[in-house]
């Protein structure tokens, strides 16, 4: 099974899981979780205390990730001011898993296996409560990162993120769509 295949899938409603292979060891890729400086160069930078009950703050500043790209209309101004998103951690048992809240309506769960010289990472986000129609989103907006993370761990240059963004989110709104309640 080649693990960086395109897409994630469906676990109901509420669930989204993708799975993924990295170049190692471990430790390297708990880094790029953990660190901010580095989460920063594919996801999120702000403050990380990888402990249960730490804060894991999360500031995106997509403009850093593709800056001679123009986003959607509807991320111009969080692409050009940036956003951030308080979150906490929920379970942090380094260098194999980390669980943290991801908005107010959902949790995102990173699970890391060594596989000789690579890793393993399943990446699980449940929505709780009302944020169900966003699940196809996140799917999107992950599989973006994990590009551009796999890019990164690479030595290779990272997609353009707006265009592979929005190219993804018609794929996961489409797949989305069969998913049975």
Known sequence: MNTNDPYGTFHGRAEVRLVRTLPG?????WEYLTDPAKRARWFAGGVCEPR??????LVFQHKH??????????YKQMNDEGFRMPSTILRCEPPRLLSYTFDDESDVTFELT???AE?????????????????PGYASGWH???????????????????ATHRRLKEEYLRLYASVTP
């Open 65 to 74: 990730l593709s800056p001679h790209e123009e986003p959607p209309e509807q």
């Open 52 to 57: 249960a009950g730490g804060k894991n703050d």
């Open 119 to 135: 890793v393993l990472l399943v990446l699980t986000h449940r929505a709780r409560g009302s944020d169900i129609p966003s699940i």
């Open 114 to 116: 060594p596989q000789g």
């Open 144 to 162: 973006t990162h994990f590009d551009l993370l796999r890019a990164l761990l690479e030595g290779q240059t990272p997609p353009p993120f707006w």
């Open 25 to 29: 060891p471990i430790e390297r890729i």
